[in-house]
């Protein structure tokens, strides 16, 4: 539903996936969780494990400037956790899993309630692209894109 509320078709169904895109949506949610885990310990190292990433990676926030490095003591991750007290994700969806040889491409969606060091509370929803490389039996992420969708 929320799909469609975003302007997205039905989205992917997991029981549709091949599994290369299986193993791709995967890395996908387990950098979800990551994310989630390292804003509540304040460890950007938690992030990192569970979503890797190759040199270099960077994200656009398409309604922001030049994309930018998550890592790194100018990267985002560092912006950003000093005033978070925690960030969950919710409706996260593939709308679309592409594989071209050895690159992989997830389109989708996804809800961010994200918790400020005050107590405040606010609801960030988005759509994304994350391109990643498959490196042996390996997927890792190259980079992506990230709109807001309200």
């Known amino acids: 539903?929320?799909?469609?509320?975003?302007?997205?078709?039905?989205?992917?169904?997991?029981?549709?996936?091949?599994?290369?895109?299986?193993?791709?949506?995967?890395?996908?949610?387990?950098?979800?969780?990551?994310?989630?885990?390292?804003?509540?310990?304040?460890?950007?190292?938690?992030f990192s494990r569970s979503c890797p990433q190759e040199p270099g990676t960077v994200w656009w926030y398409t309604g922001g400037?030049?994309?930018v490095e998550y890592g790194g003591p100018d990267g985002l991750w560092q912006a950003i956790a000093p005033g978070t007290k925690s960030a969950t994700w919710s409706d996260l969806e593939p709308v679309e899993v592409q594989v071209v040889g050895d690159v992989g491409l997830v389109y989708f969606s996804v809800v961010w309630t994200v918790v400020d060091a005050a107590g405040e509370s606010r609801r960030n929803a988005s759509r994304r692209l994350t391109v990643l490389r498959r490196t042996g039996d390996r997927w890792t992420t190259v980079g992506g894109s990230v709109a807001a969708s309200e």
């Open 1 to 46: 539903m929320l799909l469609s509320a975003l302007g997205f078709g039905a989205g992917v169904r997991a029981a549709e996936l091949s599994v290369d895109e299986q193993q791709i949506w995967d890395v996908v949610v387990a950098g979800h969780d990551g994310w989630s885990e390292s804003m509540e310990h304040q460890d950007y190292e938690r």
């Open 65 to 67: 400037a030049a994309p």
